[in-house]
């Protein structure tokens, strides 16, 4: 502790009564003087010195102990239980790779490990959050075991999301893509545990097929012809079209144009074009 001030100087003492006259003789008679003066008062002491400063204390810690039913100590410890969760597994519901609007995504083999200094109780629970675009609220969870201090486990079951269907319609001029993050949460009694949202990943809803390239000329006058050349790419790894063995699903080339313009030999504004086969990462022209 901070030492206290000094305190203020006291008053000076009082002075001193005068001494009694002395007495002389004067003939046959003895004669006494006068009384002498008192003493003038003393000057006022001085301010008393500061306290000294105490020392500082030292730091205090948190012990935590739990008890028995008779009060006994079960165990005991300077940190408590500390759930973190580690890593997941995912994948979608086709498995080509993609996750596309109003697929549905699977989270499973959840890696958790209690990082404190006290066993944890059953009944976490461990939940997978999303930052939006989902069908799914929240409140699926699964419920964590007892772990023990120091240990590590994988929680069975599996949790899973869908997304909703494309925000705002189909883009113009470019492919559909909306990133979504998925995150952990682990809570106990409404809880969260700091490192329980420690896994996180990003996915990225859109098609597995798309046009990657058009070519075809900026300006026609009354009567000019055009080539039109449009490339459609898979990006999944699997097998797309028609045709294709084990295939998920068809593919359809639709085309528009406006009314000032005509396919020719068909004098028609609109084509369809079927693609029988469409294998991971190929490309076709038409």
């Not at 798309?210 to 039109?228: F, K, M, N």
């Not at 000032?260 to 369809?272: D, T």
Request: glycine letters at 16%; charged letters at 15%.
């Amino acid at each position: 502790g901070r030492g206290a001030s000094g305190g203020s100087g006291g008053s000076g003492g009082s002075g001193g009564s005068g001494g009694s006259g002395a007495s002389y003789k004067q003939g046959d008679r003895h004669v006494r003087g006068s009384r002498g003066r008192n003493g003038r008062s003393g000057a006022r002491g001085r301010h008393g010195s500061s306290g000294v400063n105490g020392s500082s204390a030292t730091c205090g810690s948190v012990y935590w102990r739990v008890l028995g039913l008779h009060g006994g100590v079960v165990e005991q410890s300077h940190g408590k239980f500390d759930l973190a969760a580690l890593t997941w597994r995912y994948f979608d519901s086709n498995q080509d790779g993609i996750f596309e609007p109003l697929s549905t995504i699977f989270l499973n083999t959840f890696s958790i490990s209690n990082l404190g200094g006290l066993n944890c109780p059953a009944g976490s629970l461990y939940a997978v959050r999303s930052s939006g675009h989902t069908q799914d609220t929240d409140t699926k969870a699964i419920v964590v075991p007892f772990l023990g201090k120091g240990g590590a486990m994988t929680l069975s079951g599996s949790l899973s999301h869908t997304f909703v269907d494309m925000i705002g319609g189909p883009p113009l001029n470019t492919f559909y893509k909306r990133r979504i993050t998925l995150s952990s949460r682990i809570t106990m009694l409404g809880r969260p545990f700091i490192q329980g949202d420690a896994v996180k990943t990003n996915i990225d809803v859109m098609w597995p097929i798309r046009i990657v390239a058009t070519h075809c000329q900026d300006w026609l006058g009354p009567g000019e012809y055009s080539c039109i050349k449009i490339k459609v790419k898979n990006i999944s790894t699997k097998h797309y079209g028609t045709n294709a063995m084990k295939s998920g699903g068809s593919v359809v080339l639709h085309l528009w144009v406006s009314e000032l313009l005509k396919f020719i030999p068909h004098r028609r504004r609109f084509l369809r074009f079927n693609i029988p086969t469409l294998a991971p990462g190929a490309c076709v022209e038409f």
